[in-house]
């Protein structure tokens, strides 16, 4: 089995590239700092193996500067002291090389110098590279306030909260305060039409950081008064932040609030036409109203395009982030979004060895590539990876057994369209007075697997093909390996049941997957750990400890093998079944990481945070790839259309946002839902996309017709700028209320049959 | 069992804990909240001050007191925000406790212990000595309580059931999904037929509609094929659709069927399901001619067994907390007002108890009108007049008159105050010129007979509540003329009642536990959709109270029904409405029907249908019918003995048992309703 991690060996965290662009040389990962609860002594129980990790006997950390590199504790407080000595003296070469040679992290000197902040602070995307091993949830590993961007000034590497804060010092009047904001939101609404809605992005984040500066200065009365008085003219969107501001008063308070950690070691971005821009440093100039500027400055970057400025209502569908919108060259690297091409397999073409098959009840299956034209499947596609980008495991006799069936199902699929909706089946979870928080379903429809909040995983069959686990070694010894059914003699019939419970977990379970080949399952919970659980035996094969705080979603890669995970430590890590620790760690959004998708090319993850963004990371060599900005409420749901070209989010907002990945473009909202949009799925060939929501419905929209009439010019790809029509109505193609069932789940069979499920609510 | 006792008012003992609960709440409070109005909630310094005093701690000085109270609320506001990210990571929209536990795991606090998650605490409030305290109360439990209370039932597993959401598109009208066409949206569609569905409602804002008006899922897939319609800058009102599926003319035939057939316990499912099942929205129309149409022929033919039927059924369809059925009363309310008023309702009027199928469709009218009377359609004045110009009439036959003073009677007392007991003279000298006259015909006087009994029986209470309480014969005499002697031993009996009513209701009442809603484990449906089972019966969750009620002693003698001799319409003029409907589609079927104007059809069809009733003056004695219906009838109202009825209580405050008590025809006592299980067919 081809690990990922062979060619780049090493633990790859690449800076975000929306951060502040260290030009530095990488310092090299090294371990965490002292005792972290984390890896060491996981290793027991995880080195406990899967059973699918073949001869390789748990090998030790993929990073060559492994825990026994570190220097003992003594010599590294040494260390420390001069690498800071050096750095204070400003002399950063040295500083380089001594770090390098020590294999000592920026961040590791940080966080020896200071208490350790609030947890989840780490990852923040100010581009340090924060060595995967040495992600332990509890140090705060904090990025460097960003120098100047493009200024070219080396970026401070101190990342200190009481540093961070200290950028505040240099203050005004805070009598002035609110004439300065005054004054400018003076300007602003005089301003002509056109360059209104653009500047008025200005208000928001200059808002934040006056009273952030009036907290730290310890203007209490003053800030609580400026607060009062323009809170109001923020847009409703960022309500949620200006609530964790609201109740921030003091200096005290502001150590590890990680709300303004964020504000403060990430620049808001705000895109603007050159003449607004323009205008408005004129109009700084002019009034000599220092105090903006250097706010504008410092806490701001501006990406400034040329061009006609923007109007309000394509300005409302981009920001809503926690961080103001994605820069433009964020979204520039190329995406290889095309499918795989499928390897040959001889299709039996008789029907009634078809039958036998059905039912024999041994379907295996794989994820659906084959989606489209059939034709495609011969010629490679030109937006796709090369075949072995990324290294996926080889296929086993059961999964082309799997991929037969899968074609063959394929061939009954219902077309659907707006002239022919899908049935939708919907599986409801009675007596769910646990509390049902995850839900999945295998890929050919035969298992359904639910997370509970009181730490189970209950797994149905819902085929009369009822449960059974593999007999004790004692009885498989006994078995006569060479018989033909010897699939069928190691099952337990004893075992057999429709429903089988997985009891593990010590917190409730927030997310669960099927492994493709449905032999293994994955289910993440509160209590910070992955588990890996084989569907043979119904036990726990493996406990993956990494996030040190809850994990909020995990899913397995289309090809198996590989899986990602994402939780409240702002990270998703991507693990491979058969290592212990994870292979990548995508740091760089600055919330929660609250929900993780695979594209079906099982090149690229797709993350939606709390911070209100979607990113894509490039499996290969775990850079940010996409930044989506555009939501105005934390991320719960994401689906890749079969053919890979699109992403469908779903957030707290209740619209579902479409997204081009291939051009880094907005390209479709849909309005409807009322309350949070927990599940998405395209239909198997992509005509229609199914969301469920919160607020008891599911609805059907037209995907055939969203994605026709897109307007790809080369101006709008350029800029950015996208204009989305107004009404989404005629894209809806039916509305389906349950009854008090908040809808969870969404899924189509090889069949296109639509099946949901969710728990039943009695008001 | 570690539910140990606490001291009832704990107003910051553990600090620690109520306080960050407490708050807790608050917090959340505000974090739901959805304005951009955002203040800066601060826990009062004076709490911090009782806190830190319960914890043995006087004297805290002010300023210390206020920055504890700003940094506490600081922290309360932080747990809080964690937690609700835990409410909405765990898909629920209420916060727990669980989720303050998690949130403060995360800050790495340790959780509070010993809180679990109950629907509502309320908060108490107390103040003394210029203190005011807020806390939640915490009952004394007595250890031995617990221990002697037997175990409470285990809570019932997870289970997955599954049920078709849509089928090609379309929503099947089945109990698992909520019904078609909700309620509230009938109404609306009644009453307010222009303000429904605006335009563009739906389109606005989802971000602010609370868009439940989007719920009209059903017309889809129709809308669809026209359009012509839907480019169209107005959007037309919306459409209800009248069509069929073949599954519900199946379900129809089914119901027609069995609701005026000969097997009683048929009859009984079919009442069931149309009481209680949520999809008969679409054959509300339907239901509603089948019953007015059976109701004018079966009247012409004297068919007493058919109109008990109908009106069972009108009963059903308002027990069906599915429908509105307001747009149908212009077709009920003149059948049910026929079956009131009629001059003759079988073929032998001396044997058959007509009455009772008078008093119950009276109970019947005066359900409508408390249900359905608004100020625009007057529905209750409308009625109220009509029965009372037929009662005052001189030349109203007594049947009629019965039913007028029945149809008046139910409608409250304030009806009964003011029209009926200032008639109660003229009425006592008219009973009185029967039955102490010269005979004129055994029917007139049977029919005097039991006006005497109905007036004594709705007036007494009445009268027991308006009249103090000295009750002097001479005194009604001269109030009530010749009614008057029996009025008083009747108010002597009904004070003595209510009495021992008030006497009942002090003692505590046994409540009665529903079981659980559907606890079925069931198959997915695999493979290709297939219809479902229209002909759903309830599930178990909608075992009536009737089973309840049916215990009481009735007769059930003659199980098998006689050969039966009156016309079978289901399929004469059952078919003959649907094909009047069917084919009219909605269109013309809504003309036809409101071309009648609502307010003359009541009393309209009701007199034509009054001529040609002929009064055969058959002479005969008083026996108990055991004739056409289907299970007989104990003589409860017979005359000969009026007092052993069981007491009419108050109209509406029991209007089930009572009508149960009433009218044994609901089915033989002791119906098996476990029988709910069985299908139709």
Known sequence: MAALPEEPAEVVVKPDPDGGVPPQPQPPPAPPPAAPPTTAPAEGEAAAGAPGSGGEAAPPKPAPPGPAASPAPTDRQTLLAVLQFLRRNNLHESEDILRREARLLGEEVAAAALSPAGPGAQGTPGGVAAGASAAPGGAAVVAPPPGKVGGGVPVEDQPDVSAVLSAYKQQGDPALYEEYYSGLKHFIECALDCHRAELSQLFYPLFVHMYLELVYNQHENEAKSFFEKFHGDQECYYQDDLRVLSSLTKKEHMKGNETMLDFRTSKFVLRISRDSYQLLKRHLQEKQNNQIWNIVQEHLYIDIFDGMPRSKQQIDAMVGSLAGEAKREANKAKVFFGLLKEPEIEVPLDDEDEEGENEEGKPKKKKPKRESMGSKSKKQDPNAPPQTRIPLPELKDSDKLDKIMNMKEATKRVRLGPECLPSICFYTFLNAYQGLTAVDVTDDSSMIVGGFADSTVRVWSVTPKKLRSVKSAADLSLIDKESDDVLERIMDEKTASELKILYGHSGPVYGTSFSPDRNYLLSCSEDGTVRLWSLQTFTCLVGYKGHNYPVWDTQFSPYGYYFVSGGHDRVARLWATDHYQPLRIFAGHLADVTCTRFHPNSNYIATGSADRTVRLWDVLNGNCVRIFTGHKGPIHSLAFSPNGRFLATGATDGRVLLWDIGHGLMVGELKGHTDTVYALRFSRDGEILASGSMDNTVRLWDAVKVFEDLETDDFTTATGHINLPENSQDLLLGTYMTKSTPVIHLHFTRRNLLLASGAYSPQ | ?681
Request: charged letters at 20%.
């Open chain 2, 1 to 681: 069992l570690s539910s140990s006792p606490c001291p009832a008012p704990c107003p910051g003992a553990p600090s620690s804990s109520t306080g960050p609960r407490g708050a807790g709440g608050s917090g959340t409070g505000m974090a739901e909240e959805k304005k951009l109005k955002l203040s800066h909630t601060l826990l009062p310094a004076e709490s911090m001050k009782v806190m830190a005093e319960a914890m043995g701690i006087a004297q805290v000085p002010e300023e210390t007191s206020q920055l504890l109270a700003d940094e506490v609320s600081y922290r309360i506001k932080e747990i809080a925000q964690d937690a609700l990210k835990f409410m909405h990571m765990g898909k629920r929209r209420k916060l727990t406790t669980g989720d303050v536990d998690y949130a403060l795991k995360l800050k790495n606090v340790e959780p509070l212990y010993g809180f679990h998650a109950q629907e509502f605490i309320p908060f108490r409030y107390a103040s003394g000595g210029g203190r005011e305290l807020y806390f939640y109360e915490e009952k004394e439990v007595d250890l031995s309580d617990i221990i002697n209370t037997p175990l409470p039932r285990v809570p019932l597993d997870v289970c997955l059931k599954a049920h078709w959401l849509s089928i090609e598109g379309t929503q099947p009208a089945i109990p698992e999904n909520p019904p078609p066409a909700p309620k509230e949206q009938q109404k609306a569609e009644a009453t307010e037929p222009l303000k429904s569905t605006k335009p563009g409602q739906e389109e606005n804002g989802p971000l602010k509609g609370q868009g439940q008006s989007a719920a009209a899922p059903d017309g889809k897939g129709k809308e669809k094929k026209a359009p012509v319609l839907e480019g169209a800058p107005l959007k037309l009102k919306p459409r209800s659709i009248h069509e069929l599926s073949v599954e519900q003319q199946l379900y129809y035939k089914e119901i027609t069927e069995a609701c005026v057939g000969s097997c009683e316990a048929k009859r009984a499912e079919a009442l069931q399901s149309i009481a209680t099942d949520p999809g008969l929205y679409q054959m509300l129309p339907r239901f509603s001619t089948f019953i007015s149409e059976g109701v004018r022929v079966n009247v012409v033919q004297n068919n007493l067994a058919l109109l008990i039927y109908l009106m069972r059924m009108v009963k059903a369809l308002m027990d069906n907390p599915t429908l509105y059925l307001e747009k149908y009363l212009h077709e009920l309310i003149p059948a049910v007002m026929t079956c009131i008023v009629s001059r003759q309702l079988c073929l032998r009027p001396d044997v058959d108890n007509h009455w009772a199928l008078r008093d119950f469709a009276a109970r019947l009218i005066a359900q409508i009108c408390k249900n359905f009377s608004t100020t625009t359609n007057n529905i209750q004045s409308r009625i109220t007049k009509t029965f009372t110009k037929s009662w005052v009439d001189e030349k109203t036959p007594w049947t009629t008159r019965y039913g007028s003073i029945a149809g008046l009677a139910e409608l409250g007392h304030d009806v009964i105050k003011t029209l009926i007991l200032p008639r109660l003279q003229v009425e006592g000298e008219r009973v009185r010129g029967i039955v102490e006259g010269p005979v004129v015909s055994n029917i007139d006087k049977i029919g005097a007979d039991h006006v005497q009994s109905l007036l004594l029986k709705h007036c007494a209470p009445v009268l027991a509540k308006i009249r103090p309480p000295p009750d002097n014969q001479d005194s009604y005499k001269a109030d009530y003329g010749s009614l008057g002697s029996l009025l008083c031993t009747h108010v002597v009996k009904a004070r003595a009642q209510a009495a021992m009513q008030a006497q009942q209701v002090n003692r505590t009442t046994l409540t009665i536990t529903q079981p659980r809603p559907t606890l079925t484990l069931s198959q997915a449906p695999q493979g290709p959709p297939r219809a479902p089972s229209i002909i759903k019966v309830p599930s178990s969750i909608t075992l009536p109270v009737q089973t309840l009620v049916s215990g009481r002693p009735s007769t059930p003698t003659q199980p098998s029904p006689p050969p039966t001799k009156y016309i079978v319409m289901s399929s004469a003029s059952g078919s003959s409405a649907s094909q009047q409907v069917g084919g009219g589609r909605d269109g013309t079927f809504s003309l036809q029907r409101s071309g009648q104007p609502r307010p003359c059809a009541t009393p309209a069809s009701i007199s034509p249908l009054r001529s040609p009733a002929l009064t055969p003056p058959g002479a005969g004695m008083l026996l108990p019918l055991a004739g056409a219906l289907g299970s007989p009838l104990p003589s409860l109202h017979c005359p000969s003995a009026p007092t052993s009825s069981p007491p009419d209580p108050p109209l509406g405050a029991v209007w089930g048992p009572a009508y149960q008590a009433q009218l044994p025809w609901e089915g033989p006592g002791g119906l098996p309703h476990t029988a709910l299980g069985g299908r139709l067919a």
